[in-house]
């Protein structure tokens, strides 16, 4: 099944590139199917089922976890084309988070809407650290829970420059292709498409999701409620 939405999927999206520019919008209405009992979740219940589906992947070969985390980032990536996305959806769905809201707002942070700059594959990663770590309305005054919600963020990060030698969409590129695509224009982004993108970079993602699941399961601390 896979293999059929790689084909099919690629075909269309090369057939349809000059529309790509404009067509990122849609994307959240393509993968945005929440549903009103979901935007209702408390940060605390969302705290708790992650708490539950953190403590059965700790239970899971952790080679399982992130081959499991692989498929659904290799799946979304070629439904999508949208590392941030794909990112967060994967983590999301391996750990059992809420943020559907969440999903639909990362549509544009593909290297922040396609300038080259932050790789969306961390701010998608980083999207879920701060649904399991961060503060929220009700605590947002909370000092301590922001300082002590940059350290697995922070390692995230250092763990992945160390990868790619950045956290830059541009300075990626060129380690994996050799140069840096310009994708708000149509011919560059057709040649990006072309030069293996979606396989490449589903590479990078499934990277970055697989260095944020290890510092999620090694985290002592339960997630913030």
């Keep these: 099944m896979n293999k059929l939405i790689k084909k099919t999927g690629r075909r269309h999206f090369l057939a349809s590139f000059s529309a790509a520019v404009v067509g990122s919008a849609a994307l959240g209405s393509c993968i945005n199917h929440s549903h009103p009992e979901n935007k209702q979740t408390s940060e605390k219940a969302i705290g708790s089922t992650s708490g539950d589906k953190i403590a059965e992947n700790r239970e899971m070969p952790r080679d399982l976890v992130k081959k499991m985390l692989d498929q659904k980032v290799d799946q979304y990536m070629h439904i999508s084309y949208n590392c941030a996305q794909s990112s967060f959806l994967a983590l999301q769905e391996q750990f059992g988070l809420g943020g559907d809201e969440v999903l639909k707002a990362l549509t544009p942070l593909t290297g922040i809407a396609?300038?080259?700059?932050?790789?969306?594959?961390?701010?998608?990663?980083?999207?879920?650290?701060?649904?399991?770590?961060?503060?929220?309305?009700?605590?947002?005054?909370?000092?301590?829970?922001?300082?002590?919600?940059?350290?697995?963020?922070?390692?995230?990060?250092?763990?992945?420059?160390?990868?790619?030698?950045?956290?830059?969409?541009?300075?990626?590129?060129?380690?994996?292709?050799?140069?840096?695509?310009?994708?708000?224009?149509?011919?560059?982004?057709?040649?990006?498409?072309?030069?293996?993108?979606?396989?490449?970079?589903?590479?990078?993602?499934?990277?970055?999701?697989?260095?944020?699941?290890?510092?999620?399961?090694?985290q002592k601390e339960n997630p913030s409620t």
């Design 114 to 218: 396609e300038r080259g700059e932050t790789c969306g594959a961390v701010t998608g990663s980083l999207m879920v650290f701060g649904l399991l770590y961060g503060r929220g309305k009700n605590n947002l005054g909370d000092w301590s829970t922001y300082r002590k919600s940059l350290q697995p963020s922070g390692k995230f990060c250092e763990l992945f420059e160390k990868r790619y030698g950045s956290t830059m969409c541009c300075k990626i590129q060129q380690k994996k292709y050799g140069r840096c695509f310009h994708l708000t224009r149509p011919d560059e982004l057709k040649a990006f498409q072309e030069a293996g993108a979606t396989n490449i970079c589903s590479t990078v993602v499934q990277t970055a999701v697989n260095l944020a699941a290890d510092i999620i399961l090694d």
